[in-house]
């Protein structure tokens, strides 16, 4: 049975997180503190849901990706995937996990091999992931055209493509692993423009066509509004809100979520955000800050970590 066959049939959500932290050590000369990156995380994902992790730069998304691909071990929690704890996964046991929850980084030439031909690159994965498969040639056709490519860029070398042409044969990579779950960090913010859509349209067609759960992680409010389920909003480490995408960008409950939104240039809204509105919400999330014990003070406004600290990216 293949992972998305297991997928399809396995009981209960494919994802389901448990009071996760993960606190890195300062590797300042004279301070080594500990960086708290998440905090008591929970959250779930449906099978062949879309949720998109959203936040500032520093608030953890990564984070929590890595942790989910193994490549960060939480500090304590519980990380449940397709119904098994994968803490202790040892061996065999870790390559069919890495097989079944595949991660797309953001840049798809670092994720590349410069040096061999895209054949070359996907007949590697095929090896890895599917040895049974004799014909590796037709295997290979399929998934460039899956993901929107013409078979002719199989005899390219990825310098020849374009930065779209790229992710998509690293999304043909990971397909080649027939995952269940795929993890996506920030997959089209090195991309023109023009092209993130197309990219976003691929990741959708592979939920509805293929069944796969997708974790979604940006800054992009409006990516996330677009091809997401649900949205989760993570701040210094914490999940602040989750909820419906759609439901939760038009109505955002905490300040911090309202901070982010009311961030987004949108010419139809109209003035009420000025600074009266953004100094009353700094207040909330201050005494929210204070309430929720957390050790930085997430207001100050020379903190790197404070993305709209400069007001002249709100106006
Ligand atoms: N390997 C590491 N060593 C030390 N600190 C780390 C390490 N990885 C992440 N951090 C810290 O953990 C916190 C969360 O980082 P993370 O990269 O998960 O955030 P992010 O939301 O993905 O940011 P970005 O959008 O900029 O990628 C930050 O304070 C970061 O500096």
Known sequence: MTSTATQRTAVGPAVRIRSLSKSFTSSALFSRKKIPALRDIDLEMQRGEIVALVGESGSGKSTLARCLALLETPDSGEVLVNGKDIAGLKGAAVRKYRSEVQMVFQDPFGSLNPTFRVE????????????????????????????????DVLSSFPHELSGGQRQRIAIARVLAAKPSIILADEPTSMLDVSVRIGVLNLLHKLRDEHGITILYVTHDLASARYLSDRIAVLNEGRIVESGESVQLLDHPSHPYTQLLVGAVPDPDRDSSFDATKRAALREQIQRWST??????H?????????VLADESEMT
């Open 298 to 306: 997430i207001i100050d406004e020379s903190s790197q970590h404070w």
């Open 291 to 296: 309430s929720a014990n957390l050790q930085k």
């Open 120 to 151: 070359h690159i996907l007949e590697r994965a095929l090896a890895l992931h599917q040895p049974e498969i004799k014909s590796k040639r037709s295997e290979m056709a399929k998934l460039v055209s899956t993901v929107g490519l013409s078979p």
